[in-house]
């Protein structure tokens, strides 16, 4: 089930007000497998980039990448799809735990987290 949210932003009045009325949704993802050393994360901010969604990604001690996404339903839909069949071609993807996530203000851009 998708879920919708708006976000409270720092932006002029125009950008909130044209945020406000888009449907959002934001996930978090957990993904499993070859996925540290590979490019992962470089090719998750070109992805980002190429749906024009918003948030970050980081590596996490266990191995695993977590990933916070947020953007328009069709966006994060497919960065998503993107993601879970690896977004560059040496990554290997065994696993991805996605979880919706309240909308957060990224500041309209996705980063990449040490």
Known sequence: MKQWCTIQTT??????????????INYQLTVSGQ???????WGCYRLA????????????PSGQ????VQGLPDAVTNFIARV?????????VNQVSKHPLPCQ??????TIRR
Not at 11 to 24: G, I, W, Y
Not at 86 to 91: E, H, I, L, N, S
């Open 49 to 60: 980039q190429q749906y024009g969604v918003s948030g970050f990604v980081k590596n996490l």
């Open 65 to 68: 990448v977590y990933l916070e």
């Open 35 to 41: 996925v540290q050393g590979v490019g992962f994360r």
């Open 105 to 110: 203000d990224y500041g309209g851009r996705f």
């Open 11 to 24: 932006h002029s009045a125009v950008t909130k007000f044209l945020l406000r009325s888009l449907p959002m």
């Open 84 to 92: 879970e069949n690896g977004p560059t071609p040496y990554a290997r």
